[in-house]
C-alpha cells in the first residue's frame, strides 16, 4: 500500500477511540434478574445440593456395607 492509499484508507476508516465513561450505562452486574433466570440459578442448586447428598449416602452405604459384610479373608 503506497502512501496516498493509506491516507485514503484512513480518511474513509478514521480510528475511534472512545472513552470508557461513554459506557457508563453498562452495569458490570445485573441489579434484578429476569423470572426465568431466577429458576435456572434456584435448579442449578438444587442439582448440586442433590448431587452432594448422593455422593454422601453413596459413601455412607458403601461403608455400612463393608461393616456388616466382613470380608471371607476376616473370618
Known amino acids: 500500500m503506497d502512501h496516498r492509499a493509506y491516507e485514503k484508507y484512513k480518511q ?7 472513552p470508557l465513561s461513554t459506557y457508563d450505562y453498562v452495569d458490570q452486574f445485573v441489579d434484578q ?12 442448586v438444587l ?4 448431587a452432594i447428598y448422593k455422593i454422601f449416602v453413596k459413601r455412607k452405604n458403601k461403608s455400612s456395607e463393608e461393616q456388616t ?3 471371607k479373608e476376616d473370618l
Open 33 to 44: 434478574l429476569t423470572t426465568a433466570e431466577l429458576v435456572i440459578c434456584v435448579l442449578a
Open 12 to 18: 474513509e476508516n478514521p480510528d475511534v477511540y472512545t
Open 69 to 71: 459384610n466382613p470380608k
Open 47 to 50: 442439582l448440586a445440593v442433590f
